[in-house]
């Protein structure tokens, strides 16, 4: 492989295409010679891997994105892979394009879009890839509404999109007929009533865990004060059984002064009125029913379905 193509396949995952080949000095004969030795593989019509190249689960994305044609990119389960989605790892890869891709596609599912604008693409390590607002309309046609829901909080939670993006993303493709468009917008209009969003991974499991239960449904990332001021932000408050939840993480809550300002803080909002109760991120993620055990001693009920 000559200098240039080398580098360029570097940068892609040990990945090229046939005008990429062409672009760095390969004539046709040559890039099939490069085939019949081994040098290259062909991975399908276009697109070729550099012998020896690890195989990953990214390269397999990028490799859609690169077969199924300049417009495409990679979208549901696949995006939310790339953003590090929490749930989303080593999936079939999804891949899509505006109608019109002109040959048989066999490296993941090819889903055809009447209208994938190029507002609606962005890019992770120079493979293109569908928006979080993009991604979750599209997965909206796919999941149950309560992975939909949680894939939501975990976008949000990770700053990747807003409600207010989401309601224009709902406005530029939500129409009748159209795959997702109901469940979406169910979505959309729950979390603009939301009580709050969680602000972290723990916290989105915590919620999971609460409403999985049947508990009800908590204020989240409330402000509380008292006669000396701002006292802090709580992550879950039941109002009318005046119980607050916090969830702490090992690396945040671990240190003596943070155990410290802590109970200071839990001190404060007791002299409230409010029963405080601290859970640990071990206890959150293996210790389930202790934490259904704590939040009944305080006071709340669980539904007959949790």
Known sequence: MNQEATRLAAGQDGLLIFPQLRATGYTKKQIKHLVNSG?????????FVIAGTPATQRQAI???????????????????EL???PGYRDL????????????EFTLGKLHQSCWLPAHHITTIDGIAVTTPARMLFDLAADLRFKRLERTANSTMAMKLVSVVGMRRMLTELGKRGRPGTRQFRLLVEKLERARGHPESGLEIEFLALVLDAG????????DFYDDDGFIGRVDAVWGPQLVIAEVDSDRFHTAPLDEEADALRDKRLRALGYEVVRFSEHQVQNRRGYVIRTLEEKGLRRSRGG
């Open 215 to 222: 508990f009800p449904e908590p204020h989240l990332q409330v």
């Open 62 to 80: 990028r490799g859609a994105v690169l077969a199924a044609g300049a417009d495409a990119a990679a979208s549901r389960g696949s995006a939310a």
């Open 39 to 47: 040098s290259l593989h062909r991975l399908e019509r276009e697109l």
């Open 83 to 85: 953003f590090a989605i």
């Open 92 to 103: 079939p890869v999804e891949v899509a394009t505006p109608y019109g891709c002109d040959h």
